[in-house]
């Protein structure tokens, strides 16, 4: 079994440094990984600085974004990807390597498509979450839980594992932004993919500015779940359709 862990970055030179530092240090080496620092078009020496990285023991690749935004820098990813399991990892550290871990041994023991994170579950641990933000998240993720009824409830977190066959049958990927996250999950659920729920941990970043920006986002999330919910719906008439040909 292999691990592609993907990393996007874009004007990271504050922390990039420490990161590739903590990778070094994690369990990582010890299995077949790769790590795909996409680069999604930074103005600063981010990538010089990956590419001057001298370690050996990490397997790293770095890629060009081909069209500037998340959402292709995550297709690219995909598309890049050689190894059985796909993870999306913030190059601030929020995720945490530990949980990685959990992901990693979870997917594999249990033959699953996918395992979703969750810090609004018992067990979780949240640290330094901006109150607006939290107070948003908790309500569009109560929505987006009774549109699909499911029992997750942290849809819009980057952070989560797939098989990665699974993640190249969800293509096209429709979302540019970080919507791009909330896109995976909801195919994920809506195509009966198998997937398990645990908890995980957050952090606030510390460095650097955050690239997510509520007021400039909130209409791609509502393209990506009317999109998804459509989907969805449409799915439900098919196998209706097909249950009465049978």
């Known amino acids: 079994m292999s691990l592609t862990i993907l990393i996007p970055i874009k004007n990271e030179t504050e922390i990039i440094e420490n990161t590739l530092l903590v990778l070094e240090n994690s ?3 010890e299995i077949d990984h790769e790590i795909i620092f996409l680069d999604d078009y930074s103005e600063d020496d981010t990538f010089q600085k990956i590419k001057n990285y001298t370690k050996k023991s990490l ?6 974004n081909i069209k500037k935004g998340l959402g292709s820098a995550i297709h690219e990813g995909v598309k890049n ?3 059985n399991f796909f993870t999306i990892f913030m190059s601030d550290l929020s995720d945490s390597l530990d949980d990685l871990k959990k992901y990693y041994d979870t997917i594999k023991d249990e033959s699953l498509d996918s395992v979703f994170g969750s810090r609004f579950i018992e067990g979780s641990n949240v640290i330094n979450y901006p109150t607006k933000k939290l107070i948003l998240n908790r ?9 699909f009824l499911t029992n997750y409830n942290d849809f819009t977190n980057a952070f989560k594992i797939y098989k990665t066959s699974t993640l190249k049958s969800l293509f096209p990927f429709v979302s540019e932004s970080f919507n791009i996250f909330l896109e995976l999950p909801l195919k994920i659920i809506s195509r009966k ?14 460095k650097g500015l955050s690239k997510f920006n509520i007021k400039e986002l909130g209409s791609n999330y509502i393209f990506t779940l009317i999109y998804c919910f459509s989907e969805k719906i449409l ?3 098919q ?6 040909q049978k």
Request: net charge positive; proline share 2%.
């Open 27 to 29: 369990w990582l080496k």
């Open 59 to 64: 397997n790293i690749k770095i890629v060009k």
């Open 81 to 83: 990807s050689s190894k």
């Open 139 to 147: 309500i569009a993720n109560n929505i987006i839980r009774f549109l």
């Open 193 to 206: 993919y198998s997937y398990k729920i645990i908890p995980i941990s957050w952090t606030g970043r510390k």
């Open 235 to 237: 799915l439900k008439k």
């Open 239 to 244: 196998k209706q359709i097909d249950e009465t």
